[in-house]
């Protein structure tokens, strides 16, 4: 589609997006000379001319990159922003053609109440790929696989690209600002951005009632995984698990059945990257933990109570009758926030709490399934980033905090390794015949593993599988060692017998 592509078309680019914007986006025709003229007025123009546009090209796009190539060229050279500010520029873009948020909140209802939940759910998951709030054309570029052996999927995340030279010196000359308070509060709604904070004029939300709170819906703009969901506290309030939190999750499957939604651990080191705004995650997806086998059945307050033979430690609850699950969840958490065995190095409390759990819930038929995820973010001397985190040994592969998505079997790996893993498949490959020293490489000990076992002559499909599955142990390991009481101890099944579960 050359007129829409070419940077000196921009006629053509602005009536290209108005009417993808009609397609794709469901802007009214009465609402489409609007949109233009805040084009217009982003661009700095005077006026606009007509153009014929390719609609059938256009009808088939899945992502709207190839629609904001020419806007971005055409700020670029009019010096409406620079390299560093384009990805804002180009949400303000993308803002400007979204209907409004109520607009989006009432087709969401209507959808809904029609078609049901999970349908709604794909409408507001669509809209937020058509309108570039999810980057799908980044998260492809993500190396996903799967480690068949240890029932855990791996992914190498390159969706969120390193900052440039010239970006870090923007964000440190910048001002510190506290509105919106964090990424996930109400307020990042048609937020304009800074260099500290993304722009956020494309976001769309939908309202929801959980444990009597006001709270909103919307989906992850770089999603792990599929319909990768935010429930966020319209509030901003610390993240907390506690007797509340049960009815919260109970409400959410109530309200998407099919969806599964959890809660990261409340506390530091093992309770995710934002811990000062109470949200949940979800999807509509099978993470690993789901199909864990069962290793024992027992009961606990009216409900089924399936010990999971899990790397970490897991049981997952079950039964028909809301109330009873409502009531055992809260059993639960209370219980788990107390239990000291200083036997099995178990402390709740030393100068500060230790223990929080990651409670998921999921609503299958008319039966409500809900896990713990036990965890304990407690350190000492020789483990100074947590006991139960992951050990030294592993953190050239992964040093992150070990949150909820990855407790339940989905590893998140830093985007460095993309680069740094060829290195060692070229070592196993012959490629490459001196990979340096430990103390100048961190994977000086894996290539040493590798080809002492392997040597250096293999193919390069062969070198890619070795290193893969030397990432799948290592992942493995890095979950058992966020493991409370360790395999093989009887530790697990004492506190499950001291919390009654019979």
Not at 61 to 90: H, Q, S, Y
Not at 284 to 291: A, E, I, T
Request: contains cysteine; neutral net charge; aromatic residues 10%.
């Amino acid at each position: 589609m050359d007129c829409i592509k070419s940077a000196e078309k921009i006629d053509a680019a602005v009536n290209g997006l108005t009417y993808y914007a009609g397609k794709h986006l469901g802007l009214k025709s009465s609402d489409k000379i609007y949109a233009r003229n805040i084009l217009l007025d982003i661009l700095g123009l005077p006026a606009i001319n007509d153009c014929a546009v390719d609609t059938a090209f256009i009808d088939g796009l899945p992502v709207p990159d190839v629609i904001l190539e020419p806007f971005g060229e055409f700020a670029l050279e009019k010096g409406l922003t620079d390299e560093a500010g384009l990805d804002n520029f180009l949400t303000k873009i993308m803002g400007a053609v979204t209907p409004a948020p109520s607009i989006i909140e009432r087709k969401f209802r209507s959808v809904r109440n029609k078609n049901g939940a999970l349908a709604a759910c794909d409408y507001l998951y669509d809209l937020s790929v058509h309108n570039n709030y999810i980057r799908k054309s980044a998260i492809d570029k993500n190396i996903i696989w799967r480690a068949e052996k240890e029932n855990l999927i791996i992914t190498v995340n390159l969706s969120k690209p390193e900052k440039s030279n010239a970006e870090i010196a923007r964000l440190l000359a910048a001002p510190v600002s506290n509105y919106p308070k964090c990424a996930l509060c109400e307020e990042n709604l048609g937020f304009a951005g800074t260099p500290r904070s993304p722009a956020r004029q494309n976001i769309r939300t939908v309202p929801l009632k959980l444990g009597g709170e006001d709270w909103f819906f919307q989906f992850s703009p770089y999603v792990y995984y599929n319909r990768h969901c935010i429930a966020v506290n319209r509030e901003h309030t610390p993240m907390t698990v506690d007797s509340a939190t049960t009815e919260k999750l109970l409400d959410f499957v109530d309200y998407i059945p099919g969806y599964f939604i959890g809660s990261n651990a409340s506390l530091p080191l093992i309770g995710g990257s934002i811990l000062n705004h109470e949200h949940y995650q979800g999807g509509y997806f099978d993470l690993p933990v789901f199909g864990a086998p069962v290793r024992d059945k027992r009961g606990f307050d009216g409900v089924t109570v399936e010990v999971l033979d899990w790397y970490n430690n897991a049981v997952r609850l079950r039964t028909s009758d809301r109330d009873a699950m409502r009531s055992a969840g809260e059993r639960f958490i209370k219980f788990w926030a107390e239990y000291t065995d200083a036997d099995a190095g178990v402390l709740a409390y030393t100068d500060k709490p230790h223990n929080s759990c990651s409670p998921i819930c999921r609503k299958i038929g008319g039966e409500y399934l809900l896990d713990f995820i036990f965890r304990n973010n407690r350190t000492d001397e020789r483990y100074p980033e947590g006991i139960f985190h992951a050990h030294p040994e592993y953190f050239h592969i992964k040093r992150e905090g070990i949150g909820l998505i990855e407790a339940m079997g989905l590893f998140i790996l830093p985007g460095r390794l993309s680069t740094e893993l060829k290195t060692v498949e070229d070592a196993l490959t012959g490629a490459l015949k001196n990979i340096g020293s430990e103390r100048d490489n961190k994977h000086y000990g894996m290539v040493e593993e590798l080809t002492a076992s392997f040597g250096t002559a293999n193919a390069p499909e062969t070198a890619r599988r070795l290193v893969r599955e030397y990432i799948n142990r290592t992942c493995r390991k890095i979950l058992e060692c966020t493991a409370v009481f360790k395999a093989g101890t009887d530790g697990f099944d004492k506190f499950l017998a001291a919390a009654g579960v019979k």
